[in-house]
């Protein structure tokens, strides 16, 4: 049961001949008004063509409308508004369309027969029924063929996880929404053998949904992507049904609070964030409502057939602002949110996209919160590297020398193939190691700096709530790699300590016991460093790909986009091995060999160009970053003004001030959190 009108798992969208829309809503929202003025249940759109009217090859007596809208109203509320529904019934644009006798216990009240009304042909038919105890209901009613009765009651149990109340054969119904006075409930009824369904092609139920992958399967009919979070398909009887993905928790809502908005990103959204995180401590205090959208092409949401190239055009934070404000446009509406105040949140990809959601959309959200965002779209990202050398020093100031040591210790050992045997062996590889080209090498380098860069990226946070949500996906603090929840008790601290360990051999062993450890932490049995097989997987355009959870779509962004290709070419850093040239080579071989230095440069100037980069020029933005964080150096780290401050958290890591509070925190990490929700509860009331 929903908590609120505003928060229902079912609407019904209804489509209108051209120009004909504003007059059937305006009907709906007259006729409602009787009921319950702030529900948000029915929708009327406009068609682009009208629908063509033709005659159905049956006899008119074997046909029923399979959708229809009774409003049951308690006499204790007035007689006479009773009366006047029937009478506004009768009035244009509504017509007549059928009467039924009424039977046995309705017989001694005002309504001896249900007549039933219409806004038009191929939409559901409407009744007024008095009721003198017990809720008002407003009951939606799909009529089911004799055969598809039983399926299709099976059908809505699954898409509405939950079992429906069965009153008498042949008839059953959901409770969507209850309160002292109103329930609204979605019915199944049978019809009676021989009886076929007339389909009403104007009506469409749309229901809300957090996973569409487990439920296309169960089925009946195929389901469709019709745009980035939403589906179509068809009941047993040929019922319009629309899926839309998104993620909601209204435990905390109070009227009138704001709307908090987490911004998907590179990876799946995960819905163990509807239940964790400091956004939620912000909306406990706030009253605020709490919603999460996808990001197009991660995740579920598959707009496109495939992931090829060319439908990849469509992958962009240009796009993705679209799809966020055309959400909060329709969700507002929908909701009657339309006054609230919006903040939008995100962590990483997501906190740019909040930032930048704010900057070009100031009429859509109110406020952002942008956590360890990069900012500034740069080809080059060498500064990455430098801050994992003082990252590792915070430890200890012979870790980073240690790793350099092993690092050129291995390069020196690659430049005789007589010892790829011995390599392969000591760093677990899956395959005997082959370097036939600068690809090659610098793939099986920048795989093993990998261990250190992703430690000091996420170290010691505190993500293992995450993996009550969706396996195999985080919430886009990251770079589109996945960490994984399982590896977050290894640390800085972890990897310098084996760096450290004189006990494992030369520096060049210790490197490669980190390898080993992380093998272990991840259940893996070796080390896939083949750039090949990196390539191949990675041009897979499939959904079902090896890449498709996220890999082959971040890459393909900063292609297109933003660049932060993190090489060596910088000398104050441990590695050696993977240049420029290297993340922009893959460019070319993944995705296009229209991709080269210069389109890449050029597409990250546009982005600077069209987002301003570090000259953000708006206002209630707050910009939180960890010192530990590689990605601070494309941030804002500093106070732009008193409207954009900076929160610089030493220290910390990246996305930390999101993760849920525990008592181990540093204090600089725990006042961050009181800023940012000071900042609010200010920027809330303005």
Same mark, same amino acid.
């Given at each position: ?41 029915? =929708? &009327?759109?406009?068609? /682009?063509?009208?629908?063509? *009217? ?8 074997? %046909? $029923?409308? #399979? ?54 042909? =191929? &939409?559901?038919?409407? /009744?007024?029924?008095?009721? *003198? ?8 009613? %799909? $009529?089911? #063929? ?541």
């Amino acid at each position: 049961v929903v908590g609120s009108q505003d928060l229902l798992w079912m609407t019904m969208h209804l489509l209108a001949n051209p120009g004909e829309s504003f007059l059937l809503q305006q009907s709906l929202d007259l006729l409602l008004k009787w009921v319950s003025p702030d529900l948000h249940l029915f =929708h &009327m759109s406009e068609r /682009a063509t009208p629908v063509k *009217h033709c005659e159905k090859y049956r006899r008119k007596t074997l %046909l $029923y409308p #399979s959708l229809s809208v009774i409003l049951f109203l308690n006499e204790d509320f007035g007689e006479e508004r009773i009366f006047q529904l029937q009478d506004f019934f009768q009035r244009p644009p509504w017509q007549y369309h059928h009467s039924e006798s009424a039977s046995g216990k309705i017989l001694p009240y005002l309504l001896s027969s249900q007549d039933f009304y219409s806004l038009d042909t =191929h &939409m559901p038919v409407w /009744a007024v029924r008095q009721v *003198h105890y017990g809720n008002e209901i407003i009951r939606v009613t %799909l $009529y089911c #063929s004799y055969d598809n009765y039983e399926d299709t009651v099976r059908m809505y149990e699954t898409i509405l996880q939950n079992e429906a109340n069965a009153q008498k054969n042949g008839f059953c119904y959901f409770t969507l929404y209850t309160d002292k006075s109103l329930s609204i409930q979605l019915s199944l009824k049978q019809l009676s053998p021989g009886v076929c369904v007339d389909l009403k092609e104007s009506a469409v139920l749309q229901f809300r949904i957090q996973e569409i992958g487990q439920l296309v399967p169960l089925l009946p009919n195929p389901c469709a992507p019709i745009s980035s979070t939403r589906w179509q398909t068809k009941d047993y009887d040929g019922n319009k049904i629309i899926f839309q993905r998104y993620f909601i928790n209204d435990t905390m809502y109070k009227t009138g609070g704001p709307v908090f908005l987490m911004i998907g990103g590179e990876g799946p959204a995960n819905p163990a964030w509807m239940q964790y995180g400091t956004w939620l401590a912000y909306a406990q205090k706030l009253g605020a409502l709490c919603v999460m959208l996808e990001h197009r092409f991660y995740g579920k949401s598959h707009p496109t057939e495939d992931l090829s190239t060319t439908n990849l055009v469509y992958l962009s934070s240009k796009q993705a602002l679209a799809d966020l404000a055309h959400f909060r446009t329709v969700l507002a509406d929908k909701m009657g949110l339309t006054r609230s105040k919006w903040v939008a949140f995100g962590g990483s990809y997501p906190g740019s996209l909040a930032t930048w959601f704010r900057l070009k959309y100031p009429h859509l959200v109110h406020a952002a919160i942008a956590s360890s965002a990069p900012l500034h779209a740069v080809l080059n990202f060498p500064e990455y590297l430098e801050v994992v050398e003082r990252s590792l020093a915070t430890h200890s100031p012979e870790c980073p020398l240690l790793v350099k040591n092993a690092s050129d210790t291995l390069v020196d050992m690659l430049k005789d193939s007589k010892n790829y045997d011995k390599i392969s062996k000591d760093f677990r590889l899956c395959e005997t190691l082959q370097i036939q080209s600068d690809m090659d090498l610098a793939y099986f380098l920048e795989v093993l700096a990998g261990n250190f860069m992703d430690v000091v990226q996420y170290n010691d946070d505190n993500r293992e709530f995450e993996v009550r949500g969706v396996q195999g996906g985080v919430l886009d603090c990251s770079t589109g790699m996945d960490p994984g929840v399982r590896g977050t008790n290894i640390t800085i601290k972890v990897l310098c300590g084996l760096m450290s360990d004189m006990s494992l051999g030369t520096p060049y062993d210790r490197y490669a016991s980190v390898v080993h450890l992380m093998l272990n932490t991840f259940a893996q049995k070796c080390l896939d460093a083949s750039y090949d097989t990196y390539r191949r997987e990675m041009s897979n355009s499939s959904w079902d790909g090896p890449a498709s959870g996220g890999g082959r779509q971040w890459v393909y962004q900063t292609c297109a986009e933003f660049g932060f290709y993190q090489s060596t070419d910088s000398p104050n850093q441990p590695f050696t091995g993977f240049p420029l040239q290297y993340h922009l080579q893959q460019c070319s071989d993944v995705y296009s060999s229209s991709f080269s230095a210069a389109s890449v440069a050029d597409a990250v100037l546009q982005t600077n160009e069209n987002y301003g980069g570090y000259d953000i020029t708006s206002s209630r933005i707050v910009f939180p970053n960890g010192s530990i964080d590689p990605w601070h150096m494309l941030g804002i780290t500093k106070d732009i003004n008193d409207n954009l401050p900076a929160i610089f958290i030493k220290g910390t890591a990246h996305c930390a001030n999101m993760y849920p509070a525990r008592p181990e925190d540093l204090q600089q990490l725990t006042y961050a959190r009181d800023h940012v929700f000071l900042l609010l509860q200010k920027w809330l009331m303005l």
